[in-house]
């Protein structure tokens, strides 16, 4: 009798396993990078698609958060997240975005392509170390063996309140856009002052773009939306260098 109503339960719990298996190997091998398309927002108008990756000079996934100047909202537009290699980490996030405009306030990475970090960016303090016009850098290590976490708060935009300092890009209604492959790296600037925190001195990137790629990658999720995808570019800031 035991036997029989194991059996029972067990089958149904093997099958469902079974369908979620299949179900993951139809799709692009994504490990954590984010995928959040409202298809029907996008159709609509009511929102655009925007298809972004950030990565470190290590070749590591770096978590980027954007104002939206218009509500004041914080937004993830690209993530950290778990990549042994980076062949994995060549990864897109895509994200469903009101329309508007954006300007960079916050990155994070780690030295390497492994990732384990706080999830919420810090704020800027200044009783823990000067703030220099770019912002504040903190440094930590976690994990074993050690990985130095490496994040950049900006204010974002200038005194005048409309001149981005690293980046910014603006959206329009129903749109699809690819922003392009982004590599980033920051520093701080003079000698630590309290544990882990400087004033920020520097930010430096580079952006190629690769549209064939993107759209290959957002048709395994939305093949009609993949058709719709235009390249946008990303303004550079004043105090950000090329790389």
Not at 3 to 9: C, G, K, S, T
Not at 58 to 66: D, K, L, N, S
Request: aromatic share 8%; net charge positive; glycine share 10%.
């Amino acid at each position: 009798m035991r036997l029989n109503l194991l059996a029972r339960l067990t089958i149904p719990l093997l099958f469902s396993i079974g369908l979620l298996l299949t179900g993951c190997a139809g799709k692009s091998p994504f490990t954590g990078s984010m995928t959040k398309i409202d298809a029907a927002a996008v159709n609509n108008g009511e929102k655009s698609l925007v298809v972004l990756r950030v990565s470190s000079p290590a070749g590591g996934p770096v978590e980027t958060r954007w104002l939206h100047q218009e509500s004041g909202e914080l937004y993830k537009i690209s993530s950290q997240f778990s990549a042994s290699t980076q062949e994995v980490a060549r990864e897109y996030d895509m994200v469903t975005l009101p329309p508007g405009r954006y300007v960079l306030m916050y990155a994070m990475y780690a030295g390497g392509t492994s990732s384990a970090w706080p999830t919420q960016p810090f704020d800027i303090d200044p009783a823990r170390a000067k703030v220099s016009d770019l912002g504040q850098v903190r440094t930590s290590e976690q994990g074993s063996p050690a990985t130095t976490i490496y994040q950049l708060r900006s204010p974002g935009l200038a005194r005048d309140g409309r001149t981005a300092l690293i980046a910014s890009f603006t959206l329009t209604p129903g749109k699809v856009v690819y922003l392009g492959d982004m590599t980033m790296d920051f520093g701080p600037q003079g000698p630590v002052q309290l544990p882990g925190y400087y004033p920020a001195g520097s930010v430096s990137y580079g952006i190629h773009y690769n549209l064939e790629q993107a759209r290959i990658a957002l048709g395994q999720e939305d093949a009609s939306l993949a058709s719709k995808l235009t390249r946008m570019n990303i303004s550079r800031g004043v105090l950000a260098r090329a790389r």
